[in-house]
């Protein structure tokens, strides 16, 4: 608790380093060189956080200090998946993972819940099976797909089929990316801080221009998604900008009747916010307020532990009643979480 609110974290992160993965692979895959793909960059560099947490309960511990609740758990080793380009390699890792977050979620439920990884990339029919077994069995509330694809936006009609049944057993998809080098081939950078300040922006960019222009929230109308780890400024300029194109090529986006803002602001599109975004205030004039989760990224070198909680919920310039939606409500909603 914070300030007398309830705190939902709705993008933190658990450390699944190779360790985790080497313990649990099937054997053909534990003398692998590499368990994830690398960026080569040392990102724990100048990082506020000097020590990750090695085990569930140092999390709730930590949790405790920043006045988090309740956890939602990403992956950090994860977010490579994507790159993994060997489909029965790519399905072992998401079902290790997944089967070990599954573990580190168990020591509290009510605190700790985690969002599956689905091998996309490699396999729909594999990533719609695993969707269904991380939600059935082993308590996932949703699913993360990498914003990255090496070939594919993603909403490329290949993986429609997935985002069709997670609409119809109304599994929320997060579209996450990894902070990492993946649009350098473009920036040509030499070091990690061009890198990551060119990563996780224009990544949701990318990601929120081909799902709404491809018709997936038209044609799939109970599928909710969310844009994370980016920041929600860019919102109101990215809608303005989409309807303005929109205006000029409508026959490139035949699915669509409405507007591309007007999917933003459907209820269906969540957008997570960083605690001291100047701009968080002037959104709610363009976005809806009932659609924005508050995302502390616990516990990556970047993050505002222990102050991410405090840095929003002190706030004087956003009502309580704001605040209050974007740290309970909002992310209830989009989890499908209880009350």
């Known amino acids: 608790m914070k300030n007398g609110m309830l705190i939902i974290d709705a993008d933190g992160h658990a450390v699944d380093n190779e360790g985790v ?93 985690g969002v599956a990884l689905v091998p996309l990339h490699v396999d729909v029919r594999a990533a719609i099976d695993e969707m269904e077994r991380a939600m059935s069995k082993l308590g996932a509330v949703g699913v993360m797909v990498n914003t990255y694809d090496r070939s594919r936006n993603v909403a490329h009609r290949d993986f429609w089929p997935f985002y069709e049944e997670c609409a119809k057993q109304g599994v929320a998809v997060a579209f996450h990316a990894s902070g990492s080098d993946t649009l350098d081939p473009l920036g040509h950078f030499e070091n990690f801080l061009q890198i990551h300040t060119c990563s996780h922006a224009p990544e949701q960019l990318l ?86 989760l508050f995302a502390s990224d616990y516990p990556h070198w970047d993050g505002e532990f222990p ?10 310039d956003l009502s309580a009643e704001f605040k209050q939606k974007i740290f309970r409500d909002n992310p209830r909603r989009f989890y499908g979480l209880a009350d």
């Open 307 to 316: 102050y991410a909680v405090a840095h929003l919920a002190n706030r004087n």
């Open 207 to 292: 990601a929120c221009t081909a799902v709404i222009y491809s018709g997936l929230l038209e044609t799939y109308q109970d599928l909710r998604v969310a844009f994370l780890e980016a920041g929600i400024g860019w919102v109101p300029f990215w809608m303005e900008h989409m309807d303005e194109e929109y205006e000029f090529r409508r026959f490139e986006a035949p699915l669509l009747k409405m507007k591309p803002s007007e999917y933003m602001a459907c209820g269906r599109v969540y957008v997570s916010c960083e605690p001291e975004e100047k701009t968080l205030r002037y959104v709610p004039d363009f976005f809806p307020e009932e659609n924005i």
């Open 21 to 113: 993965y080497r313990e649990r692979l099937p054997e053909q895959y534990r003398k692998r060189s590499f368990i994830h793909p690398s960026d080569g960059f040392d990102r724990h560099q100048n990082g506020k956080i000097k020590k990750q947490p090695q085990d569930a309960a140092q999390n709730l511990a930590d949790n405790d200090r920043e006045g988090i609740d309740l956890q939602i758990i990403y992956p950090t080793g994860g977010l490579m998946l994507s790159r993994v380009r060997e489909p029965d390699y790519a399905i072992a890792l998401a079902r290790t993972y997944n089967d070990w977050l599954a573990d580190w979620c168990s020591i509290d439920k009510k605190r700790l819940k």
